[in-house]
């Protein structure tokens, strides 16, 4: 089992930052991977940021050079730092963490989600 805390949404004008937490406590040694997803209002889940336990990470096209994912492992957090957001950033954003091969995830969980709203 894993527990996943998300932390750090709010509101904040277009062009401003935000950055979001994501606190794994449980079986943390049984993941490769840790993401960051959102999904808005009448829309699919999309994938914002990946990082593997490797360092590797991925971004979607949206987001790239806009936001940063990063992980402290020494307290088991990812982090999403979001710059220059725009109105279209508006979601809600989930954590999620377990083994990802390809692009495929196995045996992952999500937090909650947290509200991120961008007013323009």
């Known amino acids: 089992q894993l527990q996943l805390v998300e932390s750090g949404g709010g509101l904040v004008q277009a062009g401003g930052s935000l950055r979001l937490s994501c606190v794994a406590s449980g079986s943390i040694f049984s993941i490769n991977a840790m993401g960051w997803y959102r999904q808005a209002p009448g829309k699919q889940r999309e994938l914002v940021a990946l990082i593997t336990t490797g360092d590797n990470t991925n971004y979607a096209d949206s987001v790239l050079g806009r936001f940063t994912i990063s992980r402290d492992n020494a307290k088991n957090t990812v982090y999403l730092q979001m710059n220059s957001l725009k109105p279209e950033d508006t979601a809600v954003y989930f954590c999620?963490?377990?083994?990802?091969?390809?692009?495929?995830?196995?045996?992952?969980?999500w937090g909650q989600g947290t509200q991120v709203t961008v007013s323009s």
């Open positions: 999620t963490a377990g083994k990802k091969y390809g692009s495929s995830w196995f045996d992952n969980y």
